[in-house]
């Protein structure tokens, strides 16, 4: 099996994670850390906000089941790309709506998605295309967190609302 791989940032990378182990074609979703100066940076460095560093998701997928342009269509569903360093009360930029792409291919598509969706928003999208340089794994409490952690307020006040609307977008693409 191809597998393609996809680095993104939406905010909270607990909210992401959630949304991308969802669909089918995802083999592996892991959260942590890109964009930044800091070596092997931890949860707390990022929180300061000094690293450079966006939280992320690094996505592992079977390009046969699900392209990085469908995993670009869920991207711009799942998160808010016209607010700058902030998804909802998180705020920082480490919360940056962030594209890594790993080749030119990638920044072409990232590109050209970003472009098509533009017109479905009343502001303009403020997400960064970058190229991806390093990507660094979160601690191991912050894998699969939403599973792990239903019940924990931020996941029902925040991501179990970005896994509806999911649900209502993309129905047809989800795990059984």
Not at 115 to 129: G, H, K, N, R
């Given at each position: 099996?191809?597998?393609?791989?996809?680095?993104?940032?939406?905010?909270?990378?607990?909210?992401?994670?959630?949304?991308?182990?969802?669909l089918?074609?995802?083999?592996?979703?892991?959260?942590?850390?890109?964009?930044?100066?800091?070596?092997?940076?931890?949860?707390?460095?990022?929180?300061?906000?000094?690293?450079?560093?966006?939280?992320?998701?690094?996505?592992?997928?079977?390009?046969?089941?699900?392209?990085?342009?469908?995993?670009?269509?869920?991207?711009?569903?799942?998160?808010?790309p016209t607010?700058?360093?902030?998804?909802?009360?998180?705020?920082?930029?480490?919360?940056?709506?962030?594209?890594?792409?790993?080749?030119?291919?990638?920044?072409?598509?990232?590109?050209?998605?970003?472009?098509?969706?533009?017109?479905?928003f009343?502001?303009?999208?403020?997400?960064?295309?970058?190229?991806?340089?390093?990507?660094?794994?979160?601690?191991?409490?912050?894998?699969?967190?939403?599973?792990?952690?239903?019940?924990?307020?931020?996941?029902?006040?925040?991501?179990?609302?970005?896994?509806?609307?999911?649900?209502?977008?993309?129905?047809?693409?989800l795990?059984?």
């Amino acid at each position: 099996m191809a597998t393609g791989v996809a680095v993104l940032g939406g905010g909270c990378f607990w909210c992401l994670d959630a949304a991308y182990r969802a669909l089918r074609g995802v083999t592996e979703v892991t959260s942590g850390y890109a964009g930044g100066r800091t070596r092997n940076p931890t949860y707390e460095q990022i929180c300061s906000g000094v690293t450079g560093h966006a939280e992320v998701v690094r996505i592992g997928h079977d390009p046969d089941v699900i392209s990085f342009a469908d995993i670009l269509d869920v991207f711009w569903v799942v998160h808010d790309p016209t607010t700058l360093n902030r998804q909802g009360a998180d705020v920082g930029t480490q919360y940056r709506s962030v594209i890594f792409w790993a080749d030119e291919e990638q920044r072409e598509q990232a590109a050209q998605s970003m472009e098509a969706v533009a017109a479905c928003f009343d502001v303009p999208i403020v997400t960064e295309l970058a190229p991806l340089e390093t990507f660094w794994p979160a601690e191991d409490y912050h894998q699969d967190y939403y599973r792990r952690q239903p019940g924990q307020p931020y996941c029902q006040v925040v991501i179990s609302p970005k896994l509806s609307k999911l649900r209502q977008s993309f129905a047809g693409r989800l795990k059984g």
